[in-house]
């Protein structure tokens, strides 16, 4: 869905980071200027707590994750562009948005 809408996009495997630590991924993410996008909960949590680059988390089962994001996508965008440190949380009821530090 991504790509479809002219997004640039890459998992954690092509990168060689399919084993890495979430932490790993985000210094890497933030690194490229890029947003790392999960369905994970705890990793969700963890950077709502502590916003380091761009994160999205999708509150939804991974099968949805396309359609949740896909819905609200030009409103993830607008506040990822706002902002440097950000973690934005997706549901199929909208998005909120953290950069607090806990």
């Known amino acids: 869905m991504l790509r479809r809408r002219h997004?640039?996009?890459?998992?954690?495997?092509?990168?060689?980071?399919?084993a890495a630590s979430d932490d790993a991924l985000t210094v890497w993410a933030s690194g490229h200027h890029a947003v790392v996008v999960s369905t994970?909960?705890?990793?969700?949590?963890?950077?709502?707590?502590?916003?380091?680059?761009?994160?999205?988390?999708?509150?939804?089962?991974?099968?949805?994750?396309?359609?949740?994001?896909?819905?609200h996508l030009d409103a993830v965008v607008a506040r990822l562009e706002a902002r440097t440190d950000l973690t934005v949380r997706v549901s199929k009821y909208g998005v909120t948005a953290s950069s607090d530090w806990r």
């Open 7 to 18: 997004h640039e996009c890459w998992t954690a495997s092509a990168v060689g980071l399919a």
């Open 40 to 71: 994970d909960q705890e990793f969700g949590q963890r950077r709502t707590r502590n916003a380091i680059g761009w994160h999205v988390w999708l509150h939804c089962a991974d099968w949805d994750a396309s359609t949740v994001l896909g819905a």
